[in-house]
């Protein structure tokens, strides 16, 4: 059924922007929403409210997001717009006077008022964001996107003070969820079919040190391991300080853990670690990875790397390039350091100018793709166990991610999305390998949404 502007009564979209923490939070928004009446909107321009869930972690996403918005200022319908996730923490109120069409600022605390919240927007325009500190989605009901993997939050917000990032400033201090709500949790998605999870949180590996009695995450991986049926648990994202042997150990030792550690490093200078605050030096770093895999056969590593911090000298650049080379990571993102206003980095002298932010950023690409190369060269001619996530972005490919998170392209003839598969690797590209299906382990079942 159509209103007259053309537009779905009660049907919702969600624009989501940032990582996999505001894809799951907007796996509870639509939960929320669906549960209270409204439906997935069958194209994004009628739907009836529109949630933008945003991400603060470099202006370029922020540009984005106000981008959105002012098409929308352009646009004929007029949906209801609600702006919710790290934007809203951070400007609140201010996004209302600063664009015009948006109806509702909210929190991931107010985010079970939603509905009250929209009612309340007809008389004008409302921001609720409650206490960020106190925000959990426990009780709230989610939409899952995909019928065998989950994402589950063992953690909010993050108690470090890495001195380059927003994200202590908006997602407030660490809170971690209860062991039995996390295993309930997983318990109740296995029942429904899933069998993978992915535990989340800005820093896992500092999981429980606010419970009491305090609990390692080294303790709820091995829980969250023993739960029946499980094939597949991954984690992300780990930081190198709080990495401690003991989670080395339950990844050997127990067969569901994947192969897969996202290990930020930042950058490869001491120097630079240092004026970030990251807590570590890059020898510990090394020593680090050397230990893990040592321990863990066939390990994986990922990182995030960020150039063009203030101060950053061509030497110091130059150790994240030998860096880089000597740990031989399987991927990495990098990313131009983002100056964030209200972090301890954005008062910093000696800005790096754009110029040589581009320049290095495609220098350290051009080493980091010969590396990503090199890793899934050791792919080839293997049989790997895949999880199929859905269609590639282009060509009649499906994606198959393996347990150490490596994309290999199958032939979507072959594999439905939704599928465990071994398979074969058959060609290696720049970022994605290409393989071939061997078998089928695990197809979906039946359809499932379930309460937080
Ligand atoms: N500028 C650039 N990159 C940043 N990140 C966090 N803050 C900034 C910033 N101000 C990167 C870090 C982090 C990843 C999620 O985003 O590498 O690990
Ligand atoms: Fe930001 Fe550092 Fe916390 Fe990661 S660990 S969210 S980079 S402050």
Request: aromatic share 6%.
């Amino acid at each position: 059924m159509s209103s007259l502007n053309g537009m779905e009564p009660n049907s919702y979209f969600i624009r989501t922007f940032g990582c996999q923490m505001n894809v799951h939070d907007s796996e509870h928004i639509a939960g929320l929403l669906e549960e209270s009446g409204y439906s997935r909107a069958s194209t994004p321009d009628k739907a009836e409210i529109i949630v933008f869930n945003t991400c603060s972690v470099r202006q370029s996403a922020e540009d984005r997001v106000w981008g959105n918005l002012s098409a929308l200022r352009a646009g004929r319908a007029s949906p209801i717009v609600a702006v919710c996730g790290c934007m809203a923490e951070r400007y609140g109120n201010k996004i209302i006077e600063r664009s015009q069409v948006v109806d509702i600022v909210f929190g991931l605390d107010t985010l079970k008022r939603l509905p009250e919240l929209i009612h309340r927007s007809r008389n004008g325009s409302v921001c609720d964001l409650g206490d960020k500190n106190e925000a959990t989605l426990d009780e709230v009901p989610s939409v899952h996107g995909r019928r065998l993997s989950a994402w589950v939050p063992v953690s909010y917000g993050c108690d470090n003070c890495c001195s380059f990032c927003v994200v202590p400033s908006v997602k407030g201090k660490e809170r971690s969820r209860s062991p039995d709500a996390i295993i309930d949790e997983i318990k109740s998605l296995v029942g429904n079919g899933v069998i993978e999870v992915t535990l989340l949180g800005q820093n896992v590996n500092s999981y429980g040190r606010d419970l009491s009695p305090a609990m390692s995450f080294a303790e709820i991986l091995r829980s969250v391991a023993s739960v029946q049926r499980i094939r597949r648990v991954k984690f992300e994202t780990s930081n190198p300080r709080d990495l401690t042997d003991d989670i080395l150990e339950v990844m050997d030792q127990r067969p569901e853990v994947c192969e897969h550690l996202h290990l930020p490093v930042q950058s490869g200078s001491d120097r630079i670690l240092e004026a970030m605050n990251r807590g570590h030096d890059r020898l510990y770093y090394i020593e680090k990875v050397r230990k893990a895999r040592e321990t863990i056969k066939d390990l994986v590593i990922s990182t995030d790397i960020i150039v063009g911090f203030p101060g950053e000298s061509e030497q110091d650049f130059r150790d994240t390039l030998d860096l880089v080379e000597a740990v031989g990571f399987d991927s990495a993102f990098i990313f131009k350091y983002s100056p964030r206003d209200g972090t301890p980095a954005a008062r910093m002298k000696n800005e790096v100018n754009d110029q040589a932010k581009s320049e290095r950023f495609l220098r350290l690409s051009k080493l980091q793709d010969q590396k990503t190369l090199q890793s899934l060269r050791r792919l080839l001619g293997r049989n790997v166990e895949l999880m199929v996530e859905g269609p590639s972005r282009k060509g009649d490919y499906v994606v198959g991610r393996t347990r150490g998170n490596q994309v290999v392209l199958l032939p979507a003839l072959d594999a439905d999305a939704d599928s465990l598969v071994m398979a074969k690797v058959q060609a290696v590209g720049r970022h994605a390998a290409r393989g071939d299906v061997v078998e089928v382990l695990h197809a979906k079942c039946s359809s499932r949404s379930s309460g937080g």
